[in-house]
C-alpha cells in the first residue's frame, strides 16, 4: 500500500485525483492500474494519468481535456461521506491555531464523526504525536476511521479511535495530566470538563467547538465554576470571499458565515487562583436557576441522523476506502469515482 504522505510529485497509481472536465464537472478517482473513468463525452485511461506532474491536463478519448490535480485536504472533506455533520476547514484552521496544535502534541478529541477534523489533526501533530479521538456511535467511528484511511492511504499509527463515553473512558485511555490539548466537538461538553481538568497538563488547551450562543453561555460559565481554568476566550469565524477580475473587484454575494463558536480555556496549575478570579468570586452569579434549563441538552438542540441514513453512510465510506486499498494494491479491481 502507498504510504507515501507527501502530496507532491507524478502521480502515482493508488493517488486519488480530481479531474476537472467540460464544464467544469468534476470526478475524482483513485489511479490503478488498467483503470479507466468513462463519461459521456468518452474514456480517460489511468495510464495517461499516472507519471504526469500535478497540475497536468490529460486528454481523453473523445478529445476533452481534463485538468488533473491532486485534492487538497479541504477539497476531501468537504465531499466525503458524512455519518455527522463534518467541522468546516474555516473552523478546523482557527481550532488548530486556537488550541496551539504541535507536532508532537498528545490530543484529545471527542467526538470523532465523521473524522474531518481528525484528520487536520494528524498532519498537524506529525509522526511524533498521538491523537486518541472518542466517538459514541461506532457507525460514526466507522466513517471516520474510512475516511481517514482513504485519504491518507494508511490507517496512521498515531491515531486510536475508542467508541465510548469520553467521561468513562478516558480516565483509562490516557494517564492523569499527560493530554497538552482537548477538542470537544460534542451537544453538551459542560459534561466533560471535569474529566479533561483531570486529563490535561498544567498549561494544556481544552478548546470546544459548538453550535449555538445557550451551549457557549453554558460552556463558559462551567469552565469558570471550576475554578481549574484560565478565563475562557470565545470567538466565531466568518469567511468572505472576493470576486476579483480586471477592475471588478468587489466581495461575493454569498459568503460562509456562522458555522459555530469555539470557546478556549487553559488548564491551571493545581491549587492556583488567578487574581482576577478571586475578585469575580464575590460577585453574585450572573445567572439564575431558570437559566440552566435552558442550558439542558434537549433545550439546546440535538438533530439526529436516522439509522438508515446513517447505515447509508458507513456503506459509502466503506466502498471508498476498499477501492483506495485495491487500487494501492494494484488490484484489477473497479476504480473508486
Not at 155 to 169: Q, S
Not at 214 to 243: C, I, N
Not at 301 to 310: A, E, F, V
Not at 314 to 320: D, G, I, S, W
Request: proline share 6%.
Amino acid at each position: 500500500m502507498n504510504t507515501d504522505l507527501r502530496p507532491s510529485g507524478p502521480f502515482r497509481y493508488g493517488d486519488r485525483v480530481q479531474l476537472t472536465g467540460p464544464k467544469g464537472r468534476l470526478h475524482t478517482v483513485t489511479l490503478r492500474e488498467g483503470g479507466e473513468l468513462h463519461t459521456h463525452h468518452g474514456v480517460l485511461k489511468h495510464q495517461d494519468v499516472a507519471g504526469q506532474p500535478d497540475g497536468s491536463v490529460v486528454v481523453n478519448s473523445g478529445g476533452h481535456e481534463y485538468l488533473a490535480l491532486r485534492p487538497l485536504l479541504r477539497d476531501f472533506v468537504m465531499s466525503m461521506p458524512r455519518g455527522a455533520a463534518i467541522v468546516y476547514p474555516k473552523d478546523a484552521a482557527q481550532i488548530l491555531a486556537a488550541a496551539d496544535i504541535f507536532p508532537g502534541a498528545t490530543v484529545v478529541e471527542a467526538g470523532v464523526g465523521s473524522g474531518a477534523l481528525s484528520l487536520w489533526l494528524l498532519r498537524a501533530i506529525g509522526s511524533e504525536g498521538s491523537l486518541v479521538s472518542f466517538e459514541r456511535r461506532e457507525e460514526f467511528s466507522q466513517v471516520a476511521e474510512a475516511n481517514v484511511e482513504t485519504f491518507l492511504g494508511h490507517y496512521p499509527d498515531t491515531w486510536r479511535v475508542v467508541v465510548g463515553d469520553l467521561v468513562e473512558e478516558l480516565p483509562t485511555a490516557v494517564a492523569a495530566g499527560t493530554v497538552d490539548r482537548v477538542i470537544l466537538d460534542m451537544l453538551a461538553p459542560w459534561e466533560c470538563i471535569d474529566a479533561v481538568a483531570e486529563a490535561l497538563t498544567p498549561g494544556g488547551v481544552v478548546l470546544c467547538y459548538i453550535a449555538t450562543a445557550t451551549q457557549l453561555s453554558r460552556v463558559a460559565e462551567y469552565l469558570r465554576g471550576t475554578g481549574l481554568f484560565t478565563e475562557p476566550e470565545a470567538t466565531e469565524t466568518m469567511v468572505r470571499g472576493w470576486h476579483v477580475e480586471g477592475l471588478a473587484v468587489r466581495p461575493d454575494h454569498r459568503m460562509v458565515a456562522h458555522t459555530g463558536f469555539l470557546i478556549t480555556a487553559r488548564r491551571l496549575a493545581p491549587g492556583a487562583v488567578p487574581p482576577d478570579v478571586r475578585k469575580r468570586a464575590l460577585k453574585k452569579p450572573s445567572y439564575a436557576d431558570a437559566d440552566v434549563e435552558a442550558w439542558t441538552p434537549g433545550a439546546v438542540g440535538d438533530r439526529q441522523i436516522t439509522d438508515k441514513n446513517l447505515r447509508k453512510r458507513v456503506r459509502e465510506a466503506q466502498r471508498a476506502v476498499d477501492g483506495a486499498r485495491r487500487a494501492s494494491e494494484g488490484d484489477a479491481g473497479d476504480a473508486v469515482d
